[in-house]
């Protein structure tokens, strides 16, 4: 049985079974729905924000909420056996705390019984699945932005960054934005999700993006419930906030400058094989516009450092960006179970969840 891959991010849990080139065959909201357990009660009068989130800002905040949200994945929906559990292989979170590691291998062993368990970075992973081992990743994920130079395999975590700015944030930011134009319209944030998704955009440069700010042409775009909302300038609001984070209010450089800095703490002797190997990912870095974007910023960095946002290989699957944490983990399951390099149960027994530490990092 092959292993199971695992990322989980704060929107979507990506998972299956390792099987490399090809997309993870299970995409699932990692948010889960409340059911409650008066039987009286019906379900369609409740509101439907009667939600739990296991995961936030990428890191796991509710256990039992993930531990039912795992239990359902690897038994209902891969098919896995109570007693005969194979091998599972996270994707990490950029500066996840010890102790959330630990938890997680623990609870692995303990409530699901594995036969085995590896994790590793999702900066790493992602590379991997670009063809490469050292490079620059810049993840913008639902709930976080990370920023990581990997050399080697190995993530050097001193010049790392994590912002709490994501695509949710965006979201948020496309709410105010077309409630300014639209004071009409009741804006539900499951609608803005898909008309972000739907419509929104980078624009070309700065200028550009005054430009669209001052005339832009207006769509129509009818809503599930039949309101009829107007999407114009806002669309290109959400683009700009990753590069000018002023537009969300904030005092913080742009996406591009966090990345020279990044590098620029790194020793001059390995700039070369970062600025190479540039990599965007997360669901949010293939939004319109946001790659040639980030990379005409890149040659215009008023430092000595310019970095190249590198292809993946024509025979990964198409919208890469997307899910490579998973595609690199179902590379580096391949190698890890088959040569005995995980974390066994006799591991765990001898030592502890303080050998996730030791076997994985």
Not at 91 to 116: H, I
Not at 117 to 141: H, P
Not at 220 to 228: E, M
Not at 251 to 270: D, K, M, T
Request: with cysteine; net charge negative.
């Amino acid at each position: 049985m092959e292993a199971v891959v695992v990322d989980a991010g704060s929107k979507f849990l990506k998972a299956g079974f390792a099987i490399p080139d090809q997309p993870p065959p299970l995409i699932m909201p990692t948010q889960m729905q409340c059911v409650p357990e008066d039987e009286s009660l019906d379900v369609t009068t409740l509101s439907e924000e009667i939600t739990v989130d296991p995961i936030v800002r990428g890191f796991i905040s509710d256990w039992d909420a993930m531990e039912d949200l795992l239990h359902h994945l690897v038994y209902t929906s891969l098919g896995w056996e109570i007693g005969n559990e194979g091998h599972i292989l996270f994707a990490d979170p950029l500066l996840t705390p010890k102790a959330l590691r630990e938890r997680l291998v623990q609870l692995m062993f303990e409530k699901f019984n594995v036969s085995g368990f590896y994790a590793t970075e999702q900066a790493v992973l992602s590379l991997y699945a670009a063809g490469r081992i050292s490079g620059c990743t810049v993840d913008v994920g639902h709930g976080k932005i990370d920023i990581a130079p990997v050399i080697e395999g190995a993530v050097h975590h001193i010049a790392s960054r994590r912002f709490e700015i994501g695509g949710a944030d965006l979201t948020k930011l496309l709410v105010e934005e077309l409630g300014k134009s639209n004071p009409l319209v009741n804006l539900r944030i499951q609608d803005v999700e898909h008309l972000k998704e739907q419509y929104a955009s980078c624009a070309d440069d700065e200028l550009a993006y005054e430009k669209t700010q001052q005339s832009c042409p207006n769509e129509q775009h009818t809503l599930p419930d039949g309101q009829v909302i107007t999407i114009g300038k806002e669309r290109y609001a959400v683009g700009e906030a990753l590069f000018q984070p002023s537009v969300l209010g904030l005092e913080a450089h742009g996406i591009v400058e966090q990345l020279v800095r990044c590098i620029s703490a790194v020793s001059s002797e390995n700039h070369r094989q970062l600025l190479e190997s540039t990599v965007l990912c997360g669901a949010t870095a293939s939004m319109t516009g946001f790659e040639s974007r980030f990379q005409k910023e890149a040659n215009m960095s008023s430092s000595a450092i310019h970095p190249s946002v590198v292809k993946p290989p024509e025979y990964m699957p198409e919208n890469l960006s997307q899910y490579s944490a998973w595609v690199g983990g179902a590379i580096l399951a391949k190698v890890v179970f088959p040569q005995n390099q995980h974390v066994t149960k006799a591991d765990y027994d001898e030592n502890g969840p303080a050998v996730v530490h030791r076997k994985c990092f």
